[in-house]
């Protein structure tokens, strides 16, 4: 076994790229039940005759480990099943790790604090109804770059999940308020203007998102994001699959009507 000292050793010397790649390793784990499995797996690695750098990748994987178990205390429904729901076989595996959903991220006193902040600001806007071939209907929007202290520290909470380490979060938070008969069609956000990752608050009420593959219109999968959850969305999910948010009509997952009231979502994106 190592002792203390050589531990903070490891600490001290694992680099800022090995725990930007331990911390994305975390992130693919993070909202999965075997997260502790993987741990174990990379313990056992290192115990086992393992080299100095997987011993390093061991100590920064507790750090992190250490931090995750705090930022999700409040966090659950994690299980991809119990928001997703697929097509097709290929969707469901890679969706389930490129499309997260972690329920009751925000406390309902944190959805408060949220909207008395934003709705004097999306008050002042009158709700556009676009033209039929436009990407959403029934909508008003704004941007936010500063925030009440309370708010700050909410927002870093997505950050800090949703973005590893060196990844740079745009300056300004999209809300978007989509009035109970709004919906958003098909679409993939513009690369010019957004990097790998898009993370949504849902405020005031639930709905579903569905994402279908951009070639293979018959890869599709709905996703339950209810009222106060946070999506994390990248990679494939982000680049390979239009996303939607379903009208009220067809607010439906696993059989079961989603009501579909006023939402307004609150997006944290990275820099392209
Ligand atoms: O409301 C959402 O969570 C999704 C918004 C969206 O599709 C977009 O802004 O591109």
Not at 33 to 39: A, E, F, K, R, Y
Not at 82 to 97: C, G, P
Request: net charge positive.
């Amino acid at each position: 076994m190592f002792n203390l000292s050589f531990k903070n050793m490891c600490l001290a010397t694992v680099s800022k790229k090995l725990r930007a790649q331990v911390f994305d390793h975390r992130y693919e784990k993070a909202s999965c039940h075997s997260l502790t499995v993987q741990h174990e797996f990379i313990k056992n690695a290192s115990l086992s005759g393992g080299n100095l750098r997987q011993t390093r990748l061991f100590y920064s994987a507790s750090s992190f480990h250490a931090e995750l178990q705090k930022d999700t205390s409040r966090q659950t429904n994690v299980h991809a099943s119990d928001y997703l729901q697929a097509n097709d076989e290929d969707t469901q595996i890679v969706l389930s790790t490129s499309m997260k959903v972690y329920d009751n991220f925000i406390s309902q006193e944190e959805e408060g604090s949220i909207l008395n902040e934003i709705e004097p600001y999306l008050r002042r806007l009158r709700y556009e109804t676009s033209h039929w071939d436009d990407a959403i209907h029934g909508y008003r929007e704004t941007e936010r770059k500063h925030w009440t202290e309370k708010n700050k520290q909410i927002l870093q909470r997505v950050k800090d999940l949703a973005f590893p380490p060196g990844v740079a979060p745009l300056a300004y938070i999209h809300i978007l308020d989509l009035q109970k008969t709004g919906y958003i069609k098909p679409h993939i956000d513009a690369v010019r203007f957004c990097g790998d990752t898009i993370a949504g608050l849902s405020l005031l009420s639930s709905c579903v998102m569905r994402l279908t593959h951009e070639k293979d219109e018959a890869k599709y999968a709905d996703i339950l994001l209810k009222r106060r959850s946070l999506y994390i969305m990248k990679n494939v999910a982000r680049y390979d699959y239009k996303h939607e948010v379903l009208p009220e009509e067809k607010s439906v997952f696993k059989g079961t009507v989603i009501p579909k009231e006023r939402r307004i979502s609150v997006i944290c994106r990275n820099e392209p």
